[in-house]
């Protein structure tokens, strides 16, 4: 998997982008089944202008896998848990896609038994 990481008004250190990678190599095990190159691009954010309501930090992430593209985007009062905020939400929208295709293939499956039983 590729990651591409980018901060906006926030100055990346060495250890950030370990963390931050560290994170999303999670997503990396859901998504071995892809038959295209999946591509993380993350972009991180220190905001003023929201600190009053709490939150300080933005975390964005775009997953591209199988030609389908998979946003999330969280607000934390610390980069971790924005980070980790969306790194489950891409997580839940994996699974859930995974899931919904297993269910179109089981769904032909049963249609096709029933043909074959119907004719026979």
Aim: hydrophobic share 40%; glycine share 10%; proline share 1%.
């Amino acid at each position: 998997m590729q990651i591409t990481i980018k901060g906006t008004q926030y100055e990346l250190t060495d250890g950030t982008r370990a963390f931050i990678e560290e994170k999303f190599l999670a997503l990396d095990k859901l998504a071995q089944g892809s038959q295209s190159p999946v591509s993380l691009a993350c972009e991180v954010e220190q905001s003023i202008a929201v600190e009053r309501a709490g939150a300080k930090y933005r975390a964005e992430g775009n997953l591209s896998a199988d030609g389908k593209m998979f946003h999330a985007e969280a607000w934390s009062s610390n980069l971790e848990g924005a980070v980790d905020r969306v790194r489950d939400d891409l997580m839940h929208e994996l699974r859930q896609a995974r899931g919904r295709k297993r269910g179109f293939i089981r769904r032909g499956g049963a249609a096709l038994k029933r043909l074959f039983r119907f004719g026979s």
